[in-house]
């Protein structure tokens, strides 16, 4: 899986460069997107299909939130303790680092709300969390622990990387990182604004 994963970003960075012309990079993020929602059509099919999995779901009742607490504490405590070493405030580094993954909306809310700069670093760092996501996952699943495997996906591991951890997994553990993917996402818009005004 890892070595189709790097294959596939090794090729797009080839056909990007000597290939694909400029005037159809335009069209790329509507192709993404396209494929993104076909991608999850499938998976919430092979969801919908665990039956099984959805009782088990429900007989661990309040639980499974504990998943995405402890991935937003590891995240958030993740990026101030590098932060402290790049020599960054509290404030801008926890709040980079409650992105969870989620580069696109990360970033453009700490660009408005404190300043250009540090949505750039948001958006850089939540974009690599996001591809070393992709290369960690099957590897975190294979030798760590497939719960442990929700982990570095963060927030996206209710769309973009959900299909990884499926296949890395089981059912059971994609329901659980959907569940994380949804709780994380609804806390970036209220965990980045308050963060940085730390």
Do not use: C
């Amino acid at each position: 899986m890892t070595g189709i994963i790097l294959a596939s970003v090794g090729v797009g960075v080839a056909l990007g460069y000597w290939v694909i012309p400029d005037a159809l990079v335009g069209y790329l993020d509507t192709m993404t997107s396209v494929a993104l929602f076909i991608l999850l059509f499938t998976v919430g099919v092979e969801l919908g299909q665990q039956k099984e999995t959805w009782a088990k779901l429900m007989k661990m009742g309040w639980r499974v939130i504990l998943v995405p607490i402890l991935v937003a504490i590891g995240s958030v405590a993740g990026a101030v303790v590098v932060g402290y070493f790049m020599g960054m405030p509290l404030n801008e580094s926890s709040a980079i680092g409650a992105g969870f993954g989620w580069y696109s909306l990360s970033g453009v809310l700490l660009a408005k709300i404190y300043s250009v700069e540090l949505g750039a670093l948001a958006f850089v760092t939540n974009v690599a969390r996001e591809l070393m996501a992709f290369l960690l996952i099957p590897l975190v699943a294979k030798y760590v622990g497939q719960y442990s495997a929700i982990a570095p996906g963060g927030a996206t591991t209710m769309d973009t990387t959900l299909p990884v951890i499926s296949k890395s997994t089981n059912s059971d553990i994609a329901v659980v990182a959907f569940i994380n993917g949804s709780v994380l996402t609804a806390l970036v818009p209220m965990l980045v604004p308050m963060l940085i005004k730390l």
